[in-house]
């Protein structure tokens, strides 16, 4: 049985929803009728006018919040905002993630290393994270199953990395994975029932990947719908004994 199954009135908060991974997790939710209500964020409304359709849509389950993960003050509004509605949430994926945008793009040597840009990757694929972890805290301490998840990458880990490369990517995610770890064992004590977990979507077909996609098999470039269905199956099989791991979108444990 799922975690989902055994709550009444199951609360999520999808975080990095306006388009791809995060957006496919709203369209799957909502055809979930064990789920009540949704949360979601988008940072900027130019690239999410899907989900604020869906938002309009759905008026009574689904509730559209503006934030830009790397603004502790915004996270700290947005988490108020939402517990002016309810007390507890049950599911939270953060799908928020950098990879490439504008004159950032991953390196492939040391030569192309700069400060900024690395400091831009842990802003968004670390800081963020863990500033979510810690505004979240009041919404996880009850007494039913929760799930806190993070979107991570394969490429985080420091025992699989055999080609090297993408530095500022790689470095941010592990990082990311190490917070969430901290985080578990912090949770562990202060909202036991809550499992904190990092996911490894496999090579999506979203704008992220879009422009490394040339060298991947059909086989493993995997539809949204695809990846969600899979990472929610990962989801609802997880056990309180799981929080504080790295799983793949097949369910098995990837190495730090």
Not at 38 to 49: G, P
Not at 54 to 70: G, V, W
Not at 108 to 122: E, G, M, T, V, W
Request: charge should be neutral; glycine fraction near 6%; hydrophobic fraction near 40%.
């Amino acid at each position: 049985m799922s975690f989902i199954d055994e709550i009444n009135h199951t609360n999520a908060l999808i975080v990095g929803a306006s388009q791809g991974i995060g957006l496919g997790f709203v369209k799957k939710l909502l055809q979930d009728n064990r789920v009540t209500k949704i949360y979601v964020t988008y940072r900027q409304a130019e690239s999410a006018s899907e989900l604020i359709d869906l938002a309009e849509q759905y008026s009574s389950r689904l509730s559209c919040l503006m934030l830009d993960i790397t603004d502790e003050l915004q996270i700290a509004e947005t988490i108020k905002q939402i517990r002016t509605q309810i007390d507890k949430l049950h599911l939270v994926i953060n799908c928020v993630g950098l990879l490439h945008e504008s004159d950032l793009q991953p390196e492939k040597s040391l030569r192309q290393i700069n400060a900024d840009n690395l400091l831009r990757y842990f802003q968004v694929n670390s800081v963020g994270a863990v500033l979510l972890a810690k505004h979240l805290l009041p919404l996880f301490r009850h007494n039913e199953l929760a799930v806190f998840a993070t979107i991570s990458a394969k490429l985080a880990s420091i025992g699989d990395n055999q080609l090297g490369g993408w530095y500022g990517y790689r470095a941010s995610k592990t990082a990311l994975n190490m917070f969430m770890k901290n985080v578990a064992i912090e949770y562990g004590r202060s909202c036991p029932q809550t499992i904190v977990v990092t996911l490894h979507p496999g090579t999506t077909d979203t704008q992220l990947s879009r422009p490394f996609q040339k060298n991947v098999s059909a086989e493993k470039l995997f539809s949204v719908e695809r990846t969600v269905t899979q990472l929610l199956a990962v989801i609802e099989q997880l056990q309180k004994s799981d929080s504080g791991q790295f799983f793949s979108w097949d369910g098995s444990r990837l190495p730090w």
